[in-house]
T-cell receptor, first 111, second 114 residues
């Protein structure tokens, strides 16, 4: 079963604009991670935010976490054509159950 | 490039056959986990190995089994293949015995079951 739900399922924006993706989850977590996947290839880790953190930055990425609402958002600023990919949130509940991924947001950056 | 390598990259099997997929972990990583990603879905956790022992398992039947070797490389075996087993199988390595923390994924093995 998949705990996370990303919203929107697909997003198309112009190069240079900001892209925001949201993720909701159902159970308590230790941390939440965002991954990127290019066209059916392997996943690349982008950022990890722990349950006691509210916001984290990494380059053009900004992640927020609201544990009371069980939601997170990923903001990509000044988007580039190379940012075109699928983005997944994944939660770690702290047990030995691996990461639980959502279905992903497919982001298309129009040049 | 994460340093995690998987083989084969693509393979086609028929229903009822058996398949073995292989994974070499990133240097220094002692934990490997396997995920199944069906088309259009997010990855689903199959199981995790730490120091050659399975220490976590998702909701997959016993015909999905694995091994981890002393050099921390790993195999995923699937017996009695079913059509629904068609998917991208992803291996990920990490440096702890739990899934907490960043996972380093390989490029995956795409299995088609006919």
């Amino acid at each position: 079963s998949q705990q996370g739900e990303e919203d929107p399922q697909a997003l198309s924006i112009q190069e240079g604009e900001n892209a925001t993706m949201n993720c909701s989850y159902k159970t308590s977590i230790n941390n939440l991670q965002w991954y990127r996947q290019n066209s059916g290839r392997g996943l690349v880790h982008l950022i990890l935010i722990r349950s006691n953190e509210r916001e984290k930055h990494s380059g053009r990425l900004r992640v927020t976490l609201d544990t009371s609402k069980k939601s997170s958002s990923l903001l990509i600023t000044a988007s580039r054509a190379a940012d075109t990919a699928s983005y997944f949130c994944a939660t770690d509940a702290g047990g030995a159950d691996g990461l639980t991924f959502g279905k992903g947001t497919h982001l298309i950056i129009q040049p | 490039e994460t340093g995690v390598t998987q083989s084969p990259t693509h393979l086609i099997k028929t229903r009822g056959q058996q398949v073995t997929l292989r994974c070499s972990s990133q240097s220094g990583h002692n934990t490997v986990s396997w995920y199944q990603q069906a088309l259009g879905q997010g990855p689903q956790f199959i199981f995790q190995y730490y120091r050659e022992e399975e220490n976590g398992r998702g909701n997959f039947p016993p015909r999905f089994s694995g091994l981890q070797f002393p050099n921390y490389s790993s195999e995923l075996n699937v017996n009695a293949l079913e059509l629904d087993d068609s998917a991208l199988y992803l291996c990920a390595s990490s440096i702890s015995g739990r899934s907490t923390g960043e996972l380093f994924f390989g490029e995956g093995s795409r299995l088609t079951v006919l």
